[in-house]
């Protein structure tokens, strides 16, 4: 990690706010931690998060206002820890628009349920969502398990076999695999690209034996990763009818904190979604036999009143000072404002770092390409301004000022004055 960075994360680590949130997240039982932080300007609620998920090992479930809000979140966090944090999207190819699917989109959300499902680790898993993905239904873990099938190095594999079991789960041979939901064989090599992983897998067998499993790239046939066992899945959402599909809440840890923008306003957006659905829901056919019809054929969606009762199972961290459909008996306050606007004027730029130093206030600059560092800092010389500051390569949405933890966090593109896009996975198709 980089050694800014983690001083940044260290800090926050530290702070008494988080040593509270810890505190008072494991003061009582799940059901009854209700806590509201308010004061989040920029991307502090990315950082606060990040440091609560290094202090505390659970899960973290995080719920944008809407699609764009939860891919910035995501991208933050995966960003400022350094490692995979899950994106769960909605199974169309935009929010609420029912008519087409989107097959990355089903890929990502079956990957995730595989992963929460399947993976029992000491340190939990971070998943960002919004309303509109939560409001379809998941397949329940068990109803998974069953229909689980796992390949392991050096134990038999059939090959008769194999084929018999990706064929009933509805998998396609093909030549070569390009998207999820194929398979190919070659002599001793198996390709599978299952709807339970990004990467497809290739097996490579020694007479009836697994000799290696490894992940690649479809387009550049390279290997990724050698693995020791792999985990294949059907598609979720045709595969399984209405009573084996659960709220991704009944998936979910049982300790997993929940994070809410504004709770009530999260129930707005589901009950709206239901509304939409039940509509669409109407206009089709009863002859239709496409995998989009049998989805609302099935009515595989979220109640609002579910949801309700659903969430209120975990603890609960809402960003809003609404008032909120459940009490909220817990108030933690940051003193934060948001990155001042330079305009591309550097001499503003450097009299607020000035500033800084002399309030005790730690700046950190994040850019996403190191060059741009390379420019500051030639920009800072020639106008021989001598100022302190700690520069992170890497990606963040928005900068803030953390007055309370002495600590600035400026961004290149909002003091470039340029647009900032979030990533999010395509897959191969």
């Given at each position: 990690m980089n050694?800014?960075?983690?001083?940044l994360?260290?800090?926050?680590?530290?702070?008494?706010?988080?040593?509270?949130?810890?505190?008072?997240?494991?003061?009582?039982?799940?059901?009854t931690v209700?806590?509201?932080?308010?004061?989040?300007?920029g991307?502090i609620d990315?950082?606060?998060?990040?440091?609560?998920?290094q202090?505390?090992?659970?899960?973290?479930?995080?719920?944008?206002?809407?699609?764009?809000?939860?891919?910035?979140?995501?991208?933050?966090?995966?960003?400022?820890l350094?490692?995979?944090?899950?994106f769960l999207?909605?199974?169309?190819?935009?929010?609420?628009?029912?008519?087409?699917?989107?097959?990355s989109?089903?890929?990502?959300?079956?990957?995730?349920v595989?992963k929460?499902?399947?993976?029992?680790?000491?340190?939990?898993?971070?998943?960002?969502?919004?309303?509109?993905?939560?409001?379809?239904?998941?397949?329940?873990?068990?109803?998974?398990?069953k229909?689980?099938?796992?390949?392991i190095t050096k134990?038999?594999?059939n090959?008769?076999?194999?084929?018999?079991v990706?064929?009933?789960?509805?998998f396609?041979?093909?030549?070569?695999?390009?998207?999820?939901?194929?398979?190919?064989?070659r002599?001793?090599?198996?390709?599978?690209?299952?709807?339970?992983?990004?990467?497809p897998y290739?097996?490579?067998?020694?007479?009836?034996e697994?000799?290696?499993?490894?992940?690649?790239?479809?387009?550049?046939?390279?290997s990724?990763?050698?693995?020791?066992?792999?985990?294949?899945?059907?598609?979720?959402?045709?595969?399984f009818?209405?009573?084996?599909?659960?709220?991704l809440?009944?998936?979910?840890p049982?300790?997993?904190?929940?994070?809410?923008?504004?709770?009530?306003d999260?129930?707005?957006?589901?009950q709206?979604?239901?509304?939409?659905?039940?509509?669409?829901?109407?206009?089709?056919?009863?002859?239709?036999?496409s995998?989009?019809?049998?989805?609302?054929?099935?009515?595989?969606?979220?109640?609002?009143a579910?949801?309700?009762?659903s969430?209120?199972r975990?603890?609960?961290?809402?960003?809003?000072?609404r008032?909120?459909?459940i009490?909220?008996p817990?108030?933690?306050?940051?003193?934060?404002?948001?990155?001042?606007s330079?305009n591309?004027?550097?001499?503003?730029l450097?009299?607020?770092?000035?500033s800084?130093?002399?309030?005790?206030?730690?700046?950190?600059?994040?850019?996403?390409?190191?060059?741009?560092?390379?420019?500051?800092?030639?920009?800072?010389?020639d106008?021989?301004?001598k100022?302190?500051?700690?520069?992170?390569p890497?990606?963040?949405?928005?900068?803030?000022?953390?007055?309370?933890?002495?600590?600035?966090?400026?961004?290149d593109?909002?003091?470039?004055?340029?647009?900032?896009?979030?990533?999010i996975?395509?897959?191969?198709?």
């Amino acid at each position: 990690m980089n050694g800014n960075l983690e001083r940044l994360l260290q800090k926050y680590t530290s702070d008494r706010r988080i040593k509270e949130l810890v505190r008072q997240l494991n003061s009582g039982e799940d059901d009854t931690v209700r806590i509201i932080i308010s004061g989040i300007t920029g991307a502090i609620d990315s950082l606060v998060l990040s440091a609560l998920y290094q202090a505390d090992s659970r899960s973290h479930l995080f719920i944008g206002d809407d699609k764009d809000d939860a891919a910035y979140f995501q991208n933050n966090v995966s960003n400022l820890l350094e490692k995979v944090v899950h994106f769960l999207p909605d199974s169309f190819k935009r929010p609420k628009k029912f008519e087409d699917l989107d097959s990355s989109n089903i890929l990502q959300r079956t990957e995730i349920v595989n992963k929460i499902s399947s993976t029992k680790k000491e340190k939990g898993e971070i998943i960002v969502s919004y309303p509109e993905s939560i409001f379809e239904k998941v397949v329940s873990p068990i109803v998974l398990d069953k229909h689980r099938l796992e390949i392991i190095t050096k134990e038999k594999l059939n090959v008769k076999t194999i084929i018999e079991v990706l064929t009933e789960y509805d998998f396609r041979r093909e030549e070569f695999v390009s998207e999820p939901g194929q398979f190919s064989i070659r002599g001793a090599i198996i390709d599978i690209f299952s709807y339970g992983n990004e990467w497809p897998y290739r097996i490579e067998l020694f007479d009836e034996e697994v000799e290696t499993i490894r992940t690649f790239d479809p387009l550049t046939q390279l290997s990724q990763q050698n693995i020791s066992k792999v985990s294949i899945i059907p598609n979720i959402n045709t595969r399984f009818t209405h009573k084996e599909k659960v709220s991704l809440f009944q998936v979910l840890p049982q300790n997993t904190i929940i994070w809410v923008r504004d709770l009530q306003d999260f129930i707005e957006r589901i009950q709206n979604c239901f509304d939409e659905a039940f509509r669409f829901a109407n206009t089709i056919s009863a002859l239709d036999k496409s995998e989009l019809a049998e989805i609302f054929r099935d009515r595989a969606f979220i109640r609002p009143a579910d949801v309700i009762e659903s969430i209120q199972r975990f603890p609960i961290i809402c960003l809003s000072n609404r008032k909120q459909p459940i009490p909220f008996p817990i108030h933690i306050t940051l003193n934060s404002k948001p990155q001042p606007s330079f305009n591309k004027n550097f001499s503003l730029l450097i009299n607020d770092f000035t500033s800084n130093q002399t309030q005790g206030i730690e700046s950190f600059l994040f850019a996403e390409n190191p060059r741009q560092i390379e420019r500051f800092y030639s920009i800072f010389e020639d106008l021989n301004a001598k100022i302190d500051f700690h520069p992170i390569p890497t990606a963040l949405h928005q900068g803030f000022i953390d007055l309370d933890a002495k600590v600035a966090c400026y961004t290149d593109h909002q003091i470039f004055d340029r647009f900032h896009r979030f990533k999010i996975r395509q897959g191969f198709f």
